[in-house]
């Protein structure tokens, strides 16, 4: 039987993946978390197999929970699945090694599959997220982007200024000292070539993370 713990921070997504799970005769879903801390804590506790994430909740998110959870001894397998399917964010949660990667769009059978697949120790990328980081390699070897640039810590402070959060409720959710957050935020803005935290917005606007975060929220 494989074990499946649910990370969503919406009760009707986590209500419709368990409907969606109930007559799989091999899979049961021993637990929901509902913000990025609850997942550590359950990742702890309950052992899953596989581990099956949104990215864009309350908290620290999903991209903090994510890095967090793979320190854990055995690394637990981790299923993301998310409305970002720009090249950028799949490719470095899958370098962070992550198991998986499934489209929100994705359908019954092929989230099935997905977590059969990782729990057998492979790997499972949608195939509409493969084309988009295929896409992705391509247009960086051909004019790389500032945004490539930017490291894990980085990126994450991008996504969550993008979603709204100020540098307070950062330093607060991720459990770092504001110095440490300024600092992040400094070297992204200066790999962006840019003076402000609106610039770097408006930069993650047109490498498709703010409107991706947005699209999750409906």
Known sequence: ???????????????????????????VVTGEAKSGEDAIRLARELD???ILMDLNMPGMGGFEAVMRVLRNKPTPKIL????????????RLLNL???????????RED????????????RYIDP???DSIASFHTTSKNNLSSVVQLTDRELQM????????DRNDIAKSLY???????????????????????EAIRIAIQSGLVKIASQTTQ
């Open 1 to 27: 039987m494989i074990k499946v713990l649910l990370v969503d921070d919406h009760e009707l997504v986590r209500t419709s993946i368990k409907l969606l799970l109930g007559d799989v005769e091999n899979i």
């Open 48 to 50: 899953p197999d596989v």
């Open 80 to 91: 993301i699945l998310s409305a970002y399917t720009s090249g950028l964010v799949p490719a």
């Open 97 to 107: 090694g992550v198991t998986g990667y499934l489209s929100k769009h994705a359908k």
């Open 111 to 122: 989230m099935i599959h997905a977590i059969q697949t990782v729990y057998s120790g492979n």
């Open 128 to 130: 509409l997220i493969a």
């Open 158 to 165: 991008l996504i969550l200024i993008a979603n709204g959060m």
């Open 176 to 198: 770092l000292s504001k110095k440490k957050i300024n600092g992040y935020i400094s070297s992204a803005i200066k790999k962006l070539g840019t003076n402000t935290d609106a």
